[in-house]
């Protein structure tokens, strides 16, 4: 069985940054071949796409988090990360990953992020 764990949201003030990470542990082997999300859920709203990084490297962002967030991975420790900056009172949600290969697809159970002065 594999597990994801989110960790690092918290309570941060506008224009703040935070770093989420996503742990991977469990039966899962080559981490390194898997494609990575990050999705978040804003209060009263749809899950909705924020970045992607794909096992090759590429990567993909929400416009509107474009230049504030990076994600990245280190398949060492078999965590993906998203690094996010000058937070706005719009980023506030709860952020999920996801990795996913042709075969298998994984969610974390959430980090909550609250962007308020």
């Known amino acids: 069985q594999v597990q994801l764990v989110e960790s690092g949201g918290d309570l941060v003030q506008p224009g703040g940054s935070l770093r989420l990470s996503c742990v991977a542990s469990?039966?899962?082997?080559?981490?390194?071949?898997?494609?990575a999300i990050w999705l978040r859920q804003p209060p009263g709203k749809q899950r909705v796409f924020v970045a992607s990084?794909?096992?090759?490297?590429?990567?993909n962002y929400l416009d509107s988090v474009k230049g504030r967030f990076t994600i990245s991975r280190d398949n060492t420790k078999k965590t993906v990360y998203l690094s996010m900056d000058s937070l706005r009172p719009e980023d506030t949600a709860v952020y999920y990953c996801?990795?996913?290969?042709?075969?298998?697809?994984?969610y974390g159970q959430g980090t909550q992020v609250t962007v308020s002065s």
């Open positions: 996801n990795i996913y290969s042709a075969t298998n697809n994984f």
């Open positions: 469990g039966a899962i082997s080559e981490f390194s071949t898997y494609h």
């Open positions: 990084l794909f096992s090759g490297g590429s990567t």
